[in-house]
């Protein structure tokens, strides 16, 4: 993902990225399968996030839509990639403050 993170800083022509993830060994997981994992870089939406007193304004900010096992796992491994982190599901009971 850091590697992601830097190609959507340098301004590439598409905004959005596709990354294929095998679910295996490899990563630790026992599985199988594949996770697909769509990273999209937008340009607005400062101006709804402005009231939040614990963002670092300086940092960009990565939406995570889905609190599931894949959602928490993206969210505990980007922590030391430089984004406030936001973790989205409408089931309170799979968010927790990390």
Do not use: W
């Not at 990225?17 to 996770?35: D, E, H, M, T, V």
């Not at 796992?73 to 409408?90: A, G, P, Y």
Request: with cysteine; charged share 20%; glycine share 8%.
């Amino acid at each position: 993902m850091k590697k992601q993170k830097k190609k959507l800083n340098e301004k590439m022509v598409l905004n959005t990225q596709i990354i294929n993830i095998p679910l295996g060994p490899s990563i630790g997981q026992c599985c199988g399968g594949y996770a697909q994992v769509e990273i999209t870089k937008h340009a607005n939406g400062f101006e709804s996030l402005i009231n939040e007193k614990f963002l670092n304004f300086k940092l960009d900010n990565l939406f995570i839509f889905g609190a599931g096992h894949i959602g928490q796992e993206l969210s505990s491994r980007s922590t030391d990639l430089d984004f406030n982190v936001h973790l989205i599901d409408s089931r309170n009971d799979y968010l927790k403050m990390q």
